[in-house]
């Protein structure tokens, strides 16, 4: 009964002592995207060439998105 009492006890007192911070930061969708990019699996570098392809497509619409605006200044 009394070692009953003790274990009880210590679980309740390992239920109140203060929990750990995570600190583990979590990647992004790209930097994820950006390391399966340089793995040695397949399909690994058609990852790649569609974060290229994106990033162009995103920097043209950037480019238009200037251009339209310098005429209606």
């Known amino acids: 009964m009394r070692y009953a009492i003790v274990v009880l006890a210590l679980l309740l007192a ?4 203060p929990k ?6 979590q990647l992004t969708e790209r930097q994820r995207d950006s390391v ?12 790649g060439a569609a974060m290229k392809a994106s990033d162009k497509a995103a920097a043209d619409a950037a480019k238009m998105n200037a251009q339209v605006d310098s005429l209606t200044h």
């Open 36 to 47: 399966l990019a340089t793995e040695p699996l397949p399909g690994a570098s058609t990852v």
């Open 14 to 17: 390992c239920g109140c002592a």
């Open 20 to 25: 750990k911070a995570e600190t583990k930061a």
